[in-house]
């Protein structure tokens, strides 16, 4: 704890140039995203594996709260995205250092200059959504409530990986939590250093097209309209077909069933595209996490050891129940007990 | 011209003085081409004889007087008052335990030099005539900018990284395995590169450039850590650095 707050503290007052800003920015951006990613997976994985609460974790990500934690995400996404490539850039041709400031710069105009049109779409979604006159708002206390569960999840989490930390190190021999020994070449944290650099330039297009899709092109609001088309799913002729490109329901549970059960060419490639995404940001964000959390806790091995625990975890869960969900069907079943959630969800 | 001093005093021997604490010191007469270190000098010898700091050469070589000045890495005998105003704030670099004032503890820091092998390596038989190793002036330029170092601690001690975990290696110890990387002659690349891999080697660098505008010397640090990243990832020094990499005007 100690290093954290003096180096919080020491890094307040030490006068650094650009560049250790850019690096505090890149953390602070890299844990909001990880911090959403987390809600985003478990909440969505629910389209598939409880579709009444999937309409609750929407009509959640549809309150204000939510709406003012999307346009910062959106715009964490976009400076992780844009200083990565700089950090990417300059990793790999080092010479390049003599540019990293005027880069740090340019990072954070392209960052500007693409927020204003995007926050102005994503604007334009809020106020229709604010205008249409049967407009529902969950309150501010149904919204807190709903993450409770997160923010348990959250500290029995922790506490599992302490537990687990603990345990591992009675069991280990003495010599292995004593002093380290000369060390020796690690390769493993080579790998982890070009995924993270590789991963990243590949997520860049990944995540772009996603959040162009989901929250610039149509917003998390459009999910829940009544008839309207689904982004990039093109609509079908067959009205009576469940799927054929309309949210005939207006449920969010039709809406993700409609992506992922489009299929171009025989391949479903919604599924495929968000698997891919899932991955590479679930690995690249969890290891992206165990840096943090291991620059801050070396001092004291089984915390260290735990935060390496919690990450693992993390991860695991992230993937298992996310790539479980895009394995799953979604059915009529599914957007039938999503129609009888949404006739409850605002029942007084 | 006036100057005002602001000094982070400590010592640890005195149960008064045990913490931190600011003292301010007011010289008059100050030209803007004294030097730091000299006014230091006259208020240890003018106002308080306990305050405590290290200097040896007073020239920018021996590398014993880094400290944090006015919130940045430096050496105080290579900064002169028009450098810093007349409002100077001195720190001890952090990272390091502080012995007494202005005086930390250098020896952590020595054991991170220790631990990358700092001395040249070649088993193979003395040349002929028995004298040096020759080395050509085109291979002799990868090593010339990290050879300059003088390990004052300036750049290591103006890393987030190594603030938050003193295991971390830090980037005067990478840069002084960047000068035996990258020569020529040596032959415990291998051996150096391993250490180097270690997740408390480079790995813990994230690219924050503290380092680099702290050095007094004008080293590349962060060029030079991330030769060495790329040196440990391909498992070899050879191709690395290119000839028109590399600084002419120093």
Not at chain 1, 61 to 81: D, K, N, R
Not at chain 1, 116 to 140: A, E, N
Not at chain 2, 191 to 202: K, S
Request: charged letters at 15%; aromatic letters at 10%.
């Amino acid at each position: 704890m100690t290093s954290l707050v003096l180096t919080l503290t020491e890094t307040l007052r030490y006068k650094g140039a650009l560049g250790q800003w850019s690096w505090v920015l890149h953390r602070i951006t890299g844990l909001g995203v990880v911090l959403f990613l987390v809600l985003h997976v478990i909440d969505t994985s629910w389209a598939y594996f409880y579709p009444e609460l999937y309409v609750k974790a929407i009509a959640v990500y549809q309150s204000p709260l939510f709406t003012i934690g999307e346009f910062a995400l959106v715009a964490c996404v976009v400076y992780h995205a844009y200083n990565g490539l700089r950090i990417a850039l300059i990793d790999f041709k080092p010479v390049w250092w003599r540019h990293q400031e005027k880069a740090a710069r340019y990072v954070l105009i392209a960052t500007a200059v693409t927020l204003v049109p995007v926050f102005v779409l994503m604007f334009s979604h809020v106020l229709k959504h604010y205008q249409s006159p049967d407009v529902q708002v969950l309150g501010l206390d149904a919204v807190v409530e709903s993450q409770i569960p997160f923010i348990a999840g959250f500290v029995i989490a922790g506490f599992a990986a302490l537990l687990l930390s603990a345990i591992t190190m009675a069991i280990l021999p003495k010599s292995a939590a004593g002093p380290k020994a000369k060390p020796t070449g690690s390769q493993i944290e080579r790998f982890w250093w070009s995924f993270m650099r590789l991963s990243g330039v590949l997520i860049i297009p990944l995540v772009f097209g996603h959040l162009a899709a989901m929250h610039v092109l149509q917003g998390v609001f459009d999910m829940t309209v009544a008839g309207m088309t689904v982004v990039g799913v093109p609509v079908s002729g067959d009205a009576t077909a469940l799927w054929n490109g309309i949210n005939a329901s207006g449920t969010a549970v039709e809406f993700v069933g409609e992506r992922w059960n489009h299929l171009l060419g025989g391949v479903a490639i919604w599924r495929v595209f968000d698997a891919a995404l899932l991955m590479l940001v679930t690995i690249h964000g969890f290891n992206g996490l165990r840096y943090v959390l291991t620059d801050y806790t070396s001092f004291n091995p089984m915390l260290k050891r735990a935060a390496i625990y919690l990450c693992i975890m993390g991860a695991v869960v992230l993937l298992v129940t996310g790539i479980g969900a895009l394995l799953g069907t979604i059915d009529q079943t599914a957007v039938d007990m999503a129609k009888e959630a949404t006739a409850k969800l605002f029942a007084p | 011209m006036e100057v005002t001093f602001r000094i982070r005093r400590q010592n640890p021997e005195d149960p008064a003085k045990k913490k931190p604490y600011w003292q301010e010191f007011t010289l008059q007469n100050v030209a803007e081409t004294d030097r730091v270190l000299e006014l230091m000098h006259r208020i240890k010898w003018e106002q308080d004889g306990t305050l405590a700091f290290r200097r040896s050469c007073s020239h920018g070589i021996c590398g014993s007087d880094a400290m944090r000045i006015n919130g940045r890495n430096a050496l105080a005998c290579k900064l002169l008052v028009r450098n810093v105003g007349s409002k100077i704030q001195l720190e001890p670099i952090l990272g390091l335990p502080v012995l007494k004032d202005l005086i930390v503890d250098m020896e952590p820091f020595f054991d991170h030099y220790r631990s990358i092998m700092p001395y040249f390596v070649n088993n193979s038989p003395v040349p002929a005539n028995g004298r040096e190793r020759i080395q050509m002036p085109e291979d002799q330029v990868f090593m010339n900018d990290t050879g300059n170092c003088i390990l004052c601690a300036c750049c290591t001690t103006s890393c987030p990284s190594f603030w938050a975990n003193g295991k971390y290696v830090g980037p005067a110890a990478i840069v002084q395995a960047h000068r035996f990387v990258f020569d020529t002659r040596d032959e415990a690349t291998a051996e150096r590169l391993d250490v180097l891999a270690d997740p408390d080697g480079v790995w813990r660098c994230r690219t924050i450039y503290n380092c680099t505008p702290a050095c007094p010397r004008g080293i590349e640090v962060t060029k030079a850590i991330g030769e060495v990243k790329l040196a440990v990832m391909r498992g070899t020094n050879k191709g690395v650095i290119k000839a028109s990499d590399i600084k002419v005007n120093h």
